[in-house]
């Protein structure tokens, strides 16, 4: 069953909002069940390498990945609190410069995958690029960054954030795009993956959480987001996320 599916004049009765509650923590159980599991693989990897004078190179390697799911977990947590006090303590939209947040956010990933070899390359067309938008704005941006980082096979990750300004609907916006190298989201996904019941797709590993939150936020400032692939008609070669966010008034 599906949130969207409870939708009434845009509020929900007290049964499908225990319902969302129920998924939510369906959701929070499935992607720490995972961090827990890939820590028990990696600890147990540990103690075969200490056994083998050869191999003890390679516990390093373990207790990186180890720091990672760490990161991961922490990360879970603070996504769950702030998807959970959401409509409880909403701050006030004001212009917010999306470039420090931006730059906040790439420190974050880069401290916590520090065993990832990554190339994160921002490119904004100014340095006071202003939005209607307030302070979870960095969560937004940590959340996408670290799951590029997460569903990402290859020796280096690659991401490159694009910034430009674009009209629609005689609005102005600012477009923010995550072009990652990543493993990349089939098109039967990602009409979806931003929806709570995305945890009902196994094969999620923990992606849907984060941008359950991440679509709330940006929907608070009437603002847009969806994915689409990197490299056109090839969804395999990674993905790219996409934000419209209003332009923050000068007034």
């Given amino acids: 069953m599906k949130i969207k599916e409870f939708e009434k004049n845009g509020e929900l009765t007290a049964k499908e909002q225990g319902c969302q509650k129920s998924i939510s923590l369906d959701m929070l159980a499935h992607d720490i069940n995972n961090v827990f599991n890939n820590v028990r693989v990696s600890t147990q990897l540990c ?147 931003f929806n709570n019941s995305f945890l009902k797709d196994k094969h999620g590993k923990g992606m849907g959480f984060g941008l359950s939150l991440v679509k709330e936020i940006i929907d608070s400032y009437g603002g847009f987001i969806w994915v689409e692939n990197r490299i056109k008609g090839d969804y395999s070669k990674g993905s790219n996320f996409v934000i419209l966010i209003p332009v923050g008034s000068d007034e």
């Fill in 47 to 193: 103690k075969i390498f200490l056994d083998d004078s050869s191999q003890v190179s390679k516990v390093h390697e373990q207790l990186d990945l180890i720091g990672g799911q760490i990161a991961r977990g922490i990360k879970l947590m603070s996504n769950a609190l702030n998807l959970s006090q959401f409509n409880k303590v909403n701050p006030p939209i004001k212009q917010i410069n999306i470039i420090k947040p931006l730059q906040l956010a790439i420190k974050f990933v880069e401290k916590n995958f520090h065993d990832r070899k990554m190339n994160i390359i921002l490119n904004p067309f100014d340095n006071q690029i202003k939005v209607e938008a307030n302070e979870l704005i960095l969560e937004v941006f940590e959340n996408l960054l670290v799951n590029a980082v997460l569903h990402n096979l290859n020796h280096s990750v690659n991401v490159t954030i694009q910034i430009t300004q674009i009209m629609k609907k005689d609005q102005d916006y600012i477009k923010i795009q995550f072009l990652d190298n990543g493993i990349g989201i089939s098109d039967d996904r990602k009409e979806w993956i």
